[in-house]
């Protein structure tokens, strides 16, 4: 007997099957039920020079994984297309938006999320520090990702130019429109700001 198909049942099913279709989860078992092409769902993660255990679907991005899964929620999700800067972690030194990598592809490689970059007493990396300094965020949804370019760039170029620094940081979206204040941040941050 096939029950009555009700609106509210409609709406049920398409949005079950939205969420099975978004986390990956029909892919994952039909590879996994065949044997080939199953991806390994526990793995090893290096991020703030820890080695992290956590299972991992084939289709999960970074940000969602330390967020969700790690909950290291510094990291923030804000357009999770790769466009506003947000999620931006260091990759073996290289700043990355985190809602555009697979977990799966930096199983081999250093991962420093916000969390990660103060001194092990607790005393403020200079990049935060000097955002402090400078009021620099405003709502704060955006300093994350703005902190992780600034040390990335900082990394790469420790005296960089006001040009360099907007170049620097110009992947990274501020819906409050602070960017001269980040931007003096990282001038003072490098030692070029009193």
């Not at 092409?37 to 969602?64: F, H, K």
Request: proline content about 4%.
């Amino acid at each position: 007997m096939n029950p009555k198909l009700t609106r509210r049942r409609f709406i049920k099913g398409v949005i079950f099957s939205g969420a099975a279709a978004t986390t990956g989860a029909g892919m994952y078992l039909a590879n996994a039920q065949s044997g080939q092409g199953a991806a390994e769902r526990l793995i090893t993660l290096n991020i703030n020079g820890r080695s992290r255990p956590v299972d991992v679907m084939p289709t999960e991005t970074l940000a969602y994984t330390l967020r969700y899964k790690l909950d290291l929620t510094g990291t923030k999700i804000g357009c999770n297309r790769g466009e506003c800067g947000a999620c931006t972690v260091l990759i073996d030194g290289v700043a990355n938006y985190a809602c555009s990598v697979l977990t799966h592809n930096v199983k081999d490689k250093a991962v420093i999320s916000i969390e990660g970059i103060k001194a092990t007493d607790g005393t403020l990396h200079a990049v935060q520090q000097a955002f402090i300094d400078e009021n620099s965020p405003q709502c704060g949804f955006c300093t994350p990702g703005q902190i992780m370019s600034a040390v990335a760039l900082l990394n790469s170029n420790p005296t960089p130019t006001r040009e360099q620094v907007r170049a620097g940081l110009s992947g990274n979206l501020c819906r409050c429109g602070a960017y001269e204040h980040y931007i003096n941040g990282v001038l003072r941050a490098s030692g070029q700001l009193a």
